[in-house]
């Protein structure tokens, strides 16, 4: 298990410290959680809940036009 160091003003501290001891843990384990919690690899729920939400935007399944290219310069 590894260690990091933490450089909090007092005000910060005692917000950990109440929030540590009204949620029964310890600090690190009360810092640890929070971090699990905000260090995901997903999207958040806001975000999810915008899918299909723009009828324009194409999907993956759905067959790309690309319209006409257009001319190129000739260097």
């Known amino acids: 298990m590894s260690q990091i160091t ?3 003003d007092d005000a ?3 917000l950990v410290e109440q929030a540590a ?4 843990v310890s600090k690190s384990r009360w810092v640890a959680d929070i971090i699990r919690k905000h260090a995901v690899h997903e999207w958040p729920q806001d975000c999810l809940q915008l899918a299909g939400r723009f009828a324009d935007f194409p999907l993956l399944d759905q067959p790309q036009t690309l319209g006409v290219d257009s001319p ?4």
Not at 21 to 24: I, P, V
Not at 72 to 75: C, D, N, P, S, V
């Open 6 to 8: 933490l450089y909090l």
């Open 21 to 24: 001891k009204a949620n029964g």
């Open 72 to 75: 190129r310069l000739i260097f």
């Open 12 to 14: 910060t501290q005692t």
